[in-house]
């Protein structure tokens, strides 16, 4: 929606109609690093065969299983 190369509104202008943070509008997301997507993985993986835990049990059962679950 915002277009940088405006000669009527800067950036700044353009991002306070939007009602937009101008830091939000140059903010390139980084990607997931590989452990991350590995995690995911396992978490989905164990969702598709317990979809009936709750919050807690697939961390148990990340960390009995020897995967580290943060850092």
């Known amino acids: 929606m915002i277009e940088p190369n405006n000669s009527i509104l800067s950036i700044g202008q353009q991002c306070r109609l939007l009602s937009i943070s101008r830091s939000s ?3 390139k997301p980084k990607g997931e690093t590989e452990q991350n997507l ?3 993985r396992r978490i989905d993986e164990q969702f ?3 979809p009936f835990f709750g919050v807690r049990q697939p961390l148990g059962t990340l960390l009995r299983n ?3 679950a943060s850092g």
Do not use: D, I, K, R
């Open 66 to 68: 020897a995967l580290p």
């Open 25 to 27: 509008f140059y903010y």
């Open 48 to 50: 598709l065969e317990t």
């Open 38 to 40: 590995s995690l995911m």
